[in-house]
């Protein structure tokens, strides 16, 4: 028998366990703050792994879905963010085709990490 407030659906605080992914990179938190500017033209952001564990800006646009898609990469992950014309905000991941399964592992533990590094998402 488990302990009280243990288990799947801990009620007791539990251990806060981190997933390790660094988005300390200051150009992150600068360029996601363009993005969510009413007065800057910029309208998404992407962020991809600079190494296992830490996230670094892939690129910023202006422009609309298809210039954010012509930017993505097949043999990368990509985490991202995008200001809609409703002036909504949506986080994004893409996993490319030719990503490997370890790798997609890892961007699924790193998920949670990289959208709470865009505040108001």
Not at 80 to 89: D, I, L, S
């Amino acid at each position: 028998m488990s302990a009280p407030g243990g288990g799947l659906f801990r009620t007791d605080g539990g251990v806060k366990a981190s997933s390790g992914l660094d988005v300390s990179d200051a150009s992150i938190s600068e360029a996601w703050s363009r993005v969510r500017s009413e007065t800057d033209p910029e309208t998404w952001l992407l962020v991809h792994y600079e190494s296992k564990t830490k996230l670094k800006v892939h690129a910023a646009g202006t422009g609309g879905a298809a210039e954010l898609l012509a930017v993505l990469k097949s043999e990368e992950v990509f985490f991202g963010g995008v200001r809609t014309k409703a002036g909504k905000f949506l986080c994004i991941m893409c996993t490319g085709d030719d990503v490997g399964g370890m790798a997609k592992g890892r961007a699924a533990t790193h998920k949670n990490a990289a959208f709470n590094a865009l505040e108001g998402t």
